[in-house]
């Protein structure tokens, strides 16, 4: 963990603990191109590798991707509650950040501060001295203010690439799930920890209780979706079908690949 000498208590105590360490990534990683930065209260439903596709997938000015924040104005916290600016209709969420790290660290970044444009390095605490009475989720908001000010630089990927309680508590509202399934699962305000949303307790549980040399089909799949059927009181619980849609395919496939090797 590293921050800058100048201002690192204040860094370190911005929103959670740590939490603002992504935004040095670039700068303490100096010879990484690209990177995948997540939370820790990430779950991958589907191979991690899949996530790196988007990289490809940037055009020329692109030198992040993140998911909108929310997909339902009426319940977005941004657009209802913000007192800075913010990225899009509903801003975005960091806890699933893919970077082109060397775009980023040659990038000039427009802003509100000044006419010049400035570099990664030079925004970061210029932006936070303006904007940290103003701001309630630390990094996060001030990445919004970023790609704001140069929204041109962001490639926003589905809500199914982090998907979180907001998703479904209110009703279900990320239709890219509902298609295909959760790729991301996103346990943000503790719920993996606490009864609030047993839908998302029971994944974070029938993971951590797999062993890995066990079946997955019958250690993890088929327990899960026995628990998963007990949530339905719930929103998220009636459409537990999505958050096992693309397990059962990656198990599906890794199962298939085996077979092929032998």
Partial sequence: ISFPTENAAEWKKLFKPCASQRLFLPLILSNVDSLLYVDTDILFLRPVDDIWSFLKKFNSTQIAAMAPEHEEPRIGWYNRFARHPYYGKTGINSGVMLMNMTRIRRKYFKNDMTSVRLH???????????????????????????????????????????????????????????????????????????????????????????????????????????ELQKTQHTYCGRIYKVFIKQLTKSIRDLSNRRSKER
């Fill in 120 to 226: 990664w390095e030079e925004i970061l605490m210029p932006l936070l001295k303006k904007y940290k009475l103003n701001i309630t989720w630390g990094d996060q908001d001030l990445l919004n203010i970023m790609f704001f000010h140069n929204p041109e630089s962001l490639f926003v990927f589905p809500c199914q690439w982090n998907y979180r309680p907001d998703h479904c508590i209110y009703g279900s509202n990320c239709q890219e799930a509902e298609k295909e399934g959760i790729f991301i699962l996103h346990g943000n305000r503790g719920v993996y920890h606490d009864d609030k949303q047993p839908t998302f307790r029971a994944v974070y549980y029938a993971i951590k209780n797999y062993l890995f040399e066990d079946d997955l089909l019958h250690a993890l799949l088929l327990p899960l979706e026995e």
